[in-house]
């Protein structure tokens, strides 16, 4: 399968101020992540996919279509669960959800059975009937997700859905959007500025700034990007570190400070020789750890 939404040199400004200065990206099936900091464009690139505004140059496909063209078409295929909490306070969520899948296009009778399995699906079948202005923002946040998903969708983006909530609602709602993903196979786009939400559920990652791409694709691939080591700590002094060092047979740059030393790469291979080496020099290993490469670490290489 393709990409679900092709950007090629995508610009969009609101009068003098340049938001997007040559946006390339592909988002792929799956759980993708839409990481900058707060105003690096993020909403204003949901907007485009959305067909809410046209860009002023390049070339943007979702699904295979202009959304700002075949916005009508497009946005029977898409979800959104915009960053506000600013919902009708006097109507109970079901009839929110069930009007939101009516406008999308499904019969009412449909619509309100699909607004109640999605309140059920993500965790609010006993809340269902509450009217709104009653609901903490956790559960407001489970209403925008449900309103999202209630017309089975290809792709729902999801504009900051952690905002707001404790650190055990937060996790709460990121397995059930994983959860939303793999269960019933719809993609996801979340747009986020938390690196570590980001990195737990998603599988790809486009990451923005300063009006373009930094950095996007896999998140196996961008950690690839990113330079690796080991480090050990040996129970031996500099000098006899120095003559363990020599006999290394790898053209591996390796250091040492003191009693710690590190090596670019972390293959097998090269554990294994140094472990071997350690044993031939009489050198005892206190410590050996590889490098963790996070998509912190891509994040703050690719703004530099």
């Known amino acids: 399968m393709g990409p679900l939404i092709s950007a090629q040199n995508v ?9 997007l200065q040559g946006i390339n990206f592909e988002i ?26 046209p ?24 979800g959104y669960a915009p960053e506000h909490h600013t919902l009708p306070p006097d109507l ?6 069930e009007h939101v899948a009516e406008l999308h296009g499904l019969p009412t009778a449909e619509a309100r059975t699909r607004a109640s399995d999605a309140l059920w699906l993500v965790g609010l079948g006993e809340e269902r009937f509450r009217p709104l202005g009653t609901m903490s923002t956790g559960q407001r946040q489970r209403v925008k997700l449900a309103q999202a998903i209630a017309h089975d969708p290809k792709l729902i983006m999801l504009d900051e859905p952690t905002d707001g909530l404790d650190p055990a609602q937060r996790d709460n709602m990121l397995d059930v959007i994983k959860n939303v993903s793999t269960e019933f196979g719809i993609n996801v786009l979340i ?9 737990r559920i998603c599988d790809g990652v486009v990451i923005i700034g300063d009006g373009v791409t930094k950095a996007s694709g896999s998140l196996d691939e961008l950690r690839g990007t990113a330079e690796s080591f080991f480090r050990a700590e040996v129970d031996a002094d500099a000098a006899h570190v120095a003559k363990l060092l020599a006999t290394l047979e790898t053209t591996t740059p390796a250091t040492a400070d003191g009693r710690i030393i590190t090596m670019q790469g972390e293959s097998d291979e090269m554990l294994t020789q140094f472990r071997d080496a350690c044993v031939q020099h009489d050198v005892g290993i206190v410590r050996l750890e590889k490098n963790r490469v996070s ?10």
């Open 11 to 19: 610009v969009k400004s609101y009068g003098k101020h340049a938001v």
């Open 28 to 53: 792929q099936p799956g759980v993708t992540g839409l990481l900058g900091s707060n105003g690096a464009g993020k909403t204003t690139i949901l907007g485009l996919i959305l067909g809410l505004h």
């Open 55 to 78: 860009a002023d140059s390049g070339t943007l496909s979702v699904m295979g279509s202009d959304p700002w063209k075949a916005g009508a078409d497009v946005r029977t295929h898409l």
């Open 92 to 97: 109970k969520a079901s009839e929110f959800v």
């Open 191 to 199: 747009s986020s500025h938390l690196i570590d939400e980001v990195e």
């Open 295 to 304: 998509l912190e670490d891509v994040f703050i290489e690719s703004m530099s």
